[in-house]
């Protein structure tokens, strides 16, 4: 069963960074074959992919959003994939998810995962005007 966990989130104000990290488990083949992202989710919205990374982590794709603010990346050796994100603005709160992912055109939830429904828990971010 594939596993989990965000970490990272926090309070902070506009115009300040958070690095967010996600640690995954149980992958069949393991982590390396696998595109990741980032997901988010507002209150009252529905669930929005932010960034994602292919496999070797060569290629990396961000929504209009976030472009020039957030950089996604990974450590294979470590089943860990990462989000940085500079330039807060209050519009960025959500809780932030990890999960497999395809990339293009619009990043969106690998179809197993999504069926399967084991979604961490996220980390919060919360951004003050």
Not at 5 to 28: D, F, K, M, P
Not at 79 to 84: E, K
Not at 118 to 126: A, D, F, K, M
Request: contains cysteine; aromatic residues 10%; proline residues 3%.
């Amino acid at each position: 069963q594939v596993q989990v966990a965000e970490s990272g989130g926090g309070l902070v104000q506009a115009g300040g960074s958070l690095r967010l990290a996600c640690t995954v488990s149980g992958l069949r083949g393991g982590f390396e074959y696998y595109s990741m992202g980032w997901f988010r989710q507002a209150p009252g919205k529905e669930r929005e992919g932010v960034a994602c990374i292919e496999r070797t982590g060569s290629s990396t794709f961000n929504e209009d959003a976030v472009k020039g603010r957030f950089a996604i990346s990974r450590d294979n050796a470590k089943n860990t994939l990462y989000l940085q994100m500079n330039s807060l603005k209050p519009e960025d709160t959500a809780m932030y998810y990890c999960a497999p992912a395809g990339c293009s055109p619009r990043i969106y939830v690998s179809t197993f995962f999504s069926e399967a429904d084991t979604w961490g828990q996220g980390t919060q971010v919360t951004v003050s005007s």
